[in-house]
């Protein structure tokens, strides 16, 4: 396999796809305000193709043996991938990766393609928008050269040229990308999360559109909100912008005419403003409307997420100039700092507990629309209301995606490289750190010129983090938030992602970890004095904006994509080993240690490779249920849990640890403690004082509420039983009482809880307890984990007697309905469920009402699958103390 690629890599010129070099040039507009991207480009090694970007950006030139992509815009790696130089199935199987000779990127690159524009004439002018190069580029149209790498920098430095006088009915453009160094560059990268791609992300990994217009040509729209609260009790009012710029040789006059639209479509206004620019002259054009009866956008588990429509057009003398449209939604956020130093948001007046996951983008920076839909459908089934991006802000479509998902998002610059190279960093690879020189400062602040105001319309946005584990210089910072402000930006701006000092400004935000594995216990033990909180780090107050007990193990179909036998066993039988597919090399992550010494004491040395998988996801599912537990619970403390971004939502590539669900979209031990542990109406243990949490995360459900409470011998003896009653209140959470019967346990036995409104079950929850807890030594904690020095033991679960689960199916209009029946006179534990297709692979996605559960003596349960197409073979079941088996369907 590895010499299939080295070989690949050695003989790049000699794999190109023939034919696509002979399509004709793509015509990409035909009108003022139209706007196209370079639908494709052919590239090439400038090893091979030498550096005179004079000549290679003129019409004709024979790109046969280059490599041709599809792909309007492709980091290289993601471009050969494209041209199927590569397969990252193969690249991304066992070890292979590390093998790649890197060398190839060493050198620059060359972006090319032809492309058609309408004949020249007077009051027409072409420009090319840039949306960010990885990470320097040298762009040449028709021989003429557009821009140089010393101004066009950075991943996210959008700039606007205009090429009119270079632009012909036929056209040749050319861009050059040089290697990137995260040191050095202003780029994407990932930190310890996963190796990175051999070219370090380099290339056109975003658009770059050609834009017709007449004399006067329009900046992006913004649009400000002003709405008074209570929300949609009162008219809002709507403020449209947009910058205009004369580009002819005189002066001109011109109408600015604004319209907006109603969710429906229906016309609110048409509103217009004659004005006049000289030469080069620009100014912001600005039209305010008042909506009454407005239509409120909410984040989705708090209410609909309607989208209004501004329109704006330039005309001269009735002759359409340029053009733009964006949707938009009524919404306000807010952001205080509290007693304890704690951010607290709100949204429409409401306070909104942040509960959330932390985004990785593809480890080839591969945009695909549907995956991230479906990864936004999966957050929203975990229950879980906001996204971390950090560093990672893709592309536009992914605001749009959350402006009608009503996911609110969290972005922000990027840790431990380039981005944070001040001088009192000094955890970065080269200490003391290359810091930022003039040009820097420039390109950070027209970076965040460029994603503001790619941002700034849409209501999803809740804040952006101009720093994440280290603040920014007070000259950077001033930087951004002039360009932030420049583009209208209404939601906080939060300083980092955690409280280290210097900070311009205050942060709010925890980053103490943990990052690996820690016991349930760790979110609930807290002392009960609020200040004295702090020395129980990641725990569950305050807001936490990465951490996690580090847990993520994908399922076998999973694990066979991507890993060897070898290393198959070597999760089981080598258990302090360094994995590849972990975390770097370098990093405290690389193994497994804390995690398998914890899953090995807990939960008794594996028998194989299936044992061992069942213990982890018992493991992941007991960790991420307690985390959101613990934060969930503590909302209305008398020191808040004021948000939580778990540490990570997913992957960049098929990866060990740090996810809620697999690179392939396989949801396992993970996702499913964090979907009960999230629930918007929830009743949680507390491992610590033994309470029930009443947990109510909406905003309009109250009442009477029960919750049933029975505690199970492993034998299927009932221990205990009684019934809590209180009444839930919106946007709450409080204790309603203590578990009792647990004093003379002796083993493990098992806690059921039962929230009811009347006799429907809203949330059905099932722990697993011994007789003493894990021992925690708080005063020995690390940056990313507490160490325990005493485990708890659960070894009794692998005397469990077998249980017989019958399981029926039936096809409905959106999936399948499983009915599953214990048989048996002793639990069924940890049952789980997968669809699989003929070939015997796994059903993704795949939305499951519930998950990983465990039935009582003679108790049925009816489980939903919900699938987006096509039709499974087989389902899956195993337990803990249930024979796998499949049944066909």
């Known amino acids: 396999m590895i010499t299939t690629l080295l070989l690949a890599a050695a003989g790049l010129a000699q794999v190109a796809t023939a034919g696509d070099a002979d399509q004709q040039p793509h015509l990409l507009t035909n009108g003022p305000g139209q706007s196209a991207a370079i639908p494709r480009w052919d590239i090439q090694s400038t090893a091979k193709v030498g550096t005179d970007l004079g000549k290679l950006s003129t019409t004709g030139v024979d790109t046969a043996n280059w490599h041709h992509t599809t792909q309007s815009r492709c980091t290289l790696m993601g471009c050969l991938l494209d041209a199927g130089v590569y397969k990252d199935s193969e690249l991304w199987f066992s070890e292979n990766l590390k093998g790649f000779d890197g060398s190839l990127f060493q050198v620059p690159w060359v972006y090319r393609n032809e492309f058609s524009l309408p004949p020249a004439k007077d009051g027409q002018h072409f420009l090319l928008e840039t949306n960010g190069i990885t990470s320097e580029a040298d762009i040449f149209?028709?021989?003429?050269?557009?821009?140089?790498?010393?101004?066009?920098?950075?991943?996210?430095?959008?700039?606007?040229?205009?090429?009119?006088?270079?632009?012909?009915?036929?056209?040749?453009?050319?861009?050059?990308?040089?290697?990137?160094?995260?040191?050095?560059?202003?780029?994407?990268?990932?930190?310890?999360?996963?190796?990175?791609?051999?070219?370090?992300?380099?290339?056109?990994?975003?658009?770059?559109?050609?834009?017709?217009?007449?004399?006067?040509?329009?900046?992006?729209?913004?649009?400000?909100?002003?709405?008074?609260?209570?929300a949609g009790e009162k008219d809002a009012t709507v403020t449209v912008r947009a910058e205009a710029k004369n580009r002819g040789r005189s002066d001109v006059s011109f109408r600015a005419n604004a319209a907006i639209a109603d969710p429906s479509g229906k016309a609110i206004c048409h509103l217009w403003q004659d004005l006049k620019l000289k030469a080069g002259e620009s100014r912001v054009v600005e039209f305010k409307q008042t909506v009454t009866q407005p239509q409120i956008w909410w984040p989705r588990q708090w209410g609909g997420q309607p989208l209004y429509t501004a329109t704006v057009d330039f005309t001269i003398n009735e002759q359409l100039s340029d053009k733009r449209e964006t949707t938009f939604g009524i919404r306000s956020v807010t952001s205080a700092i509290n007693q304890y130093n704690d951010t607290m948001f709100t949204v429409n007046g409401?306070?909104?507990?942040?509960?959330?996951?932390?985004?990785?983008?593809?480890?080839?920076?591969?945009?695909?629309?549907?995956?991230?839909?479906?990864?936004?459908?999966?957050?929203?089934?975990?229950?879980?209301?906001?996204?971390?991006?950090?560093?990672?802000?893709?592309?536009?479509?992914?605001?749009?995606?959350?402006?009608?998902?009503?996911?609110?998002?969290?972005?922000?610059?990027?840790?431990?490289?380039?981005?944070?190279?001040?001088?009192?960093?000094?955890?970065?690879?080269?200490?003391?750190?290359?810091?930022?020189?003039?040009?820097?400062?420039?390109?950070?602040?027209?970076?965040?010129?460029?994603?503001?105001?790619?941002?700034?319309?849409?209501?999803?946005?809740?804040?952006?983090?101009?720093?994440?584990?280290?603040?920014?210089?007070?000259?950077?910072?001033?930087?951004?938030?002039?360009?932030?402000?420049?583009?209208?930006?209404?939601?906080?701006?939060?300083?980092a992602a955690s409280f280290r000092e210097?900070?311009?400004?205050?942060?709010?935000?925890?980053?103490?970890?943990?990052?690996?594995?820690?016991?349930?216990?760790?979110?609930?033990?807290?002392?009960?004095?609020?200040?004295?909180?702090?020395?129980?780090?990641?725990?569950?107050?305050?807001?936490?904006?990465?951490?996690?007990?580090?847990?993520?193990?994908?399922?076998?179909?999973?694990?066979?994509?991507?890993?060897?036998?070898?290393?198959?066993?070597?999760?089981?039988?080598?258990?302090?080993?360094?994995?590849?597919?972990?975390?770097?090399?370098?990093?405290?992550?690389?193994?497994?240690?804390?995690?398998?010494?914890?899953l090995f004491a807990r939960y008794g040395k594996p028998s194989s490779l299936e044992d061992y998988l069942m213990k982890a996801q018992l493991s992941d599912y007991e960790a991420t249920r307690a985390q959101y537990e613990g934060f969930a619970s503590r909302w209305n403390a008398e020191r808040p849990a004021t948000g939580i971004i778990y540490w990570m939502l997913n992957n960049a590539w098929p990866g060990l640890h740090w996810n809620q669900f697999d690179k392939y979209l396989r949801a396992a031990g993970s996702y499913f403690g964090?979907?009960?542990?999230?629930?918007?109406?929830?009743?949680?243990?507390?491992?610590?004082?033994?309470?029930?949490?009443?947990?109510?995360?909406?905003?309009?459900?109250?009442?009477?509420?029960?919750?049933?409470?029975?505690?199970?011998?492993?034998?299927?003896?009932?221990?205990?039983?009684?019934?809590?009653?209180?009444?839930?209140?919106?946007?709450?959470?409080?204790?309603?009482?203590?578990?009792?019967?647990?004093?003379?346990?002796?083993?493990?036995?098992?806690?059921?809880?039962?929230?009811?409104?009347?006799?429907?079950?809203?949330?059905?929850?099932?722990?697993?307890?011994?007789?003493?807890?894990?021992?925690l030594d708080w005063e020995a904690s690390d940056w990313w984990y507490t160490p325990t020095t005493k485990y708890a033991d659960y070894t009794a679960l692998s005397s469990l007697k077998p249980a017989d689960v019958a399981t029926t199916v039936t096809r409905g209009k959106d999936g399948y309905q499983l009915t599953l029946e214990n048989r048996s006179d002793v639990p069924a534990f940890f049952v789980s469920v997968n669809l699989i297709d003929a070939q015997g692979h796994d059903f993704n996605p795949t939305v499951w009402s519930d998950n990983y559960v465990t039935l009582w003596p003679h108790e049925k349960m009816d489980l939903i699958a919900r699938v987006r197409g096509g039709n499974a073979a087989k389902v899956q079941v195993k337990g803990y103390n249930v024979e796998a088996g499949e049944v066909a369907l």
């Open 141 to 230: 149209i028709n021989g003429n050269q557009i821009a140089n790498s010393t101004f066009q920098a950075g991943s996210y430095g959008g700039h606007v040229y205009d090429i009119t006088c270079a632009a012909d009915e036929k056209n040749a453009i050319v861009v050059q990308v040089h290697p990137t160094n995260y040191a050095y560059d202003l780029a994407v990268g990932f930190g310890d999360w996963n190796p990175y791609a051999p070219d370090n992300g380099t290339g056109v990994w975003r658009d770059i559109n050609v834009r017709q217009t007449g004399d006067i040509s329009m900046g992006p729209l913004s649009v400000l909100i002003d709405l008074p609260l209570p």
């Open 350 to 495: 409401k306070p909104f507990q942040v509960i959330g996951a932390g985004y990785n983008a593809d480890q080839f920076l591969r945009w695909d629309g549907r995956y991230f839909a479906d990864i936004v459908e999966y957050m929203f089934d975990m229950g879980l209301n906001t996204i971390r991006l950090e560093g990672k802000m893709e592309q536009p479509e992914l605001y749009e995606i959350g402006d009608r998902a009503g996911l609110m998002v969290m972005a922000g610059w990027e840790c431990c490289d380039k981005w944070e190279s001040f001088e009192y960093n000094h955890d970065l690879a080269l200490n003391p750190p290359p810091v930022w020189d003039d040009r820097e400062y420039g390109i950070a602040r027209y970076s965040m010129a460029h994603e503001a105001q790619v941002m700034q319309p849409h209501p999803s946005m809740l804040t952006f983090l101009i720093g994440s584990d280290y603040s920014p210089d007070e000259r950077a910072t001033r930087g951004y938030i002039e360009a932030l402000q420049q583009a209208g930006w209404q939601v906080p701006i939060i300083g």
């Open 502 to 598: 210097p900070a311009v400004i205050k942060s709010g935000m925890k980053m103490q970890g943990p990052y690996d594995w820690v016991p349930p216990n760790y979110w609930h033990d807290l002392p009960d004095t609020a200040s004295l909180q702090d020395t129980r780090f990641g725990s569950s107050f305050g807001f936490g904006s990465e951490l996690g007990a580090g847990v993520g193990t994908p399922e076998l179909g999973s694990l066979r994509k991507f890993l060897s036998d070898s290393d198959l066993d070597d999760l089981w039988k080598n258990p302090d080993k360094g994995l590849y597919h972990m975390s770097n090399a370098d990093s405290q992550f690389h193994d497994r240690k804390v995690y398998n010494a914890a």
């Open 674 to 775: 964090t979907k009960t542990g999230a629930r918007p109406e929830h009743a949680a243990y507390d491992y610590v004082s033994r309470d029930v949490w009443l947990i109510n995360r909406s905003l309009d459900r109250g009442g009477k509420r029960s919750v049933e409470i029975e505690v199970l011998g492993l034998d299927g003896k009932v221990l205990h039983q009684q019934t809590l009653s209180a009444d839930t209140e919106a946007n709450k959470a409080r204790t309603i009482g203590k578990v009792e019967g647990l004093d003379e346990v002796d083993g493990v036995v098992l806690l059921r809880l039962l929230l009811k409104d009347g006799d429907a079950v809203l949330s059905r929850n099932v722990y697993w307890l011994g007789a003493s807890l894990d021992e």
